[in-house]
């Protein structure tokens, strides 16, 4: 299991993630904040402890890439550059802003570690795809991470990846799948039920784990299970929670793009400031 420590230093730098992400979004007053407050855990996890990278050298050959499929999650993906010291924190204040390099959609032509422009969903795997491809042709040990949404699942192109991807056998390529149950058009079940979203990567040929996308130290657990892993691509299936970490927003009923009023922004750090101390009181790692 992993250590409490390196855990409670995660948990540390998830809280920045989100508090990053309700001041990028307080400068536009509103947007994706549901789902960059649901995703920071993993991305805690993936940039503080599982890719091979470089901060001050975003481009370096050697790296594992990070793809974010998702280009609306762009908000959470700088968060989470900023916490890993690619992008400045100051930086962040020109989120969404003209000629800003943080536009509200990834963008990879502007923005230091974001590895592929995304938005038209259902592509990002099958950019993995390739990539991974390209990799082992070069003899590279580079790892390719693909972060894509429950709602890509509609996507017929995201199964056509998945089977290329078990067909060439590319161990190099791991899925993170963020099951927030939400999107665009209503709930993900009531747009075209996915579920059981485990069984049918395991039927496409990969090998699947599925984990509590909140719980630190899950992540780590089968992370580090993960590593370990040969012969098939690799997908981790999260289930997490729209505006985790702050109440108000997590009782939201309109949640895919938020709307946020003027007042409540302080209020939403104030909560997400509470919480994360009474997890901490409750663990013993106050610090």
Not at 118 to 130: D, F, Q, R
Not at 171 to 200: H, S
């Amino acid at each position: 299991m992993p250590s409490t420590r390196r855990a409670a230093a995660l948990k540390d730098s998830a809280h920045r993630i989100r508090m990053h992400a309700l001041d990028m979004g307080e400068t536009q007053g509103q947007g994706y904040i549901g789902q960059a407050l649901g995703v920071a855990d993993i991305l805690a996890v993936v940039y503080q402890d599982v890719l091979n990278h470089r901060a001050d050298e975003p481009d370096w050959p050697q790296r594992d890439r990070f793809l974010l499929s998702i280009g609306h999650y762009a908000i959470a993906l700088y968060a989470a550059l900023a916490e890993a010291g690619v992008l400045d924190v100051g930086e962040l204040a020109t989120y969404g802003s003209d000629d800003s390099r943080l536009p509200m959609s990834g963008m990879a032509s502007y923005t230091p570690g974001m590895e592929i422009s995304g938005g038209s969903l259902g592509h990002g795997l099958g950019v993995a795809t390739g990539m991974a491809l390209g990799l082992r042709h070069q003899g590279s040990d580079a790892h390719v991470y693909n972060l894509l949404s429950d709602g890509e699942l509609d996507e017929g192109s995201t199964w056509e990846a998945a089977l290329a991807c078990a067909h060439h056998g590319l161990d190099n390529v791991t899925a993170i799948v963020d099951v927030n149950a939400l999107q665009a058009d209503g709930p993900t079940e009531g747009v075209l039920r996915t579920e059981p979203v485990t069984a049918k990567w395991e039927a496409f040929g990969w090998h699947a784990v599925r984990v509590d996308g909140n719980d630190i130290e899950a992540l780590l657990a089968a992370f580090d299970s993960l590593r370990e892993h040969r012969g098939s691509p690799a997908v981790l299936v999260c289930d997490t929670r729209i505006g985790c970490g702050v109440p108000m927003l997590e009782a939201r009923e309109k949640a895919h793009f938020m709307r946020v009023e003027e007042h409540e922004w302080q209020l939403a750090r104030e909560q997400l400031t509470e919480r994360h101390r009474t997890t901490a009181r409750k663990e013993g790692t106050v610090r």
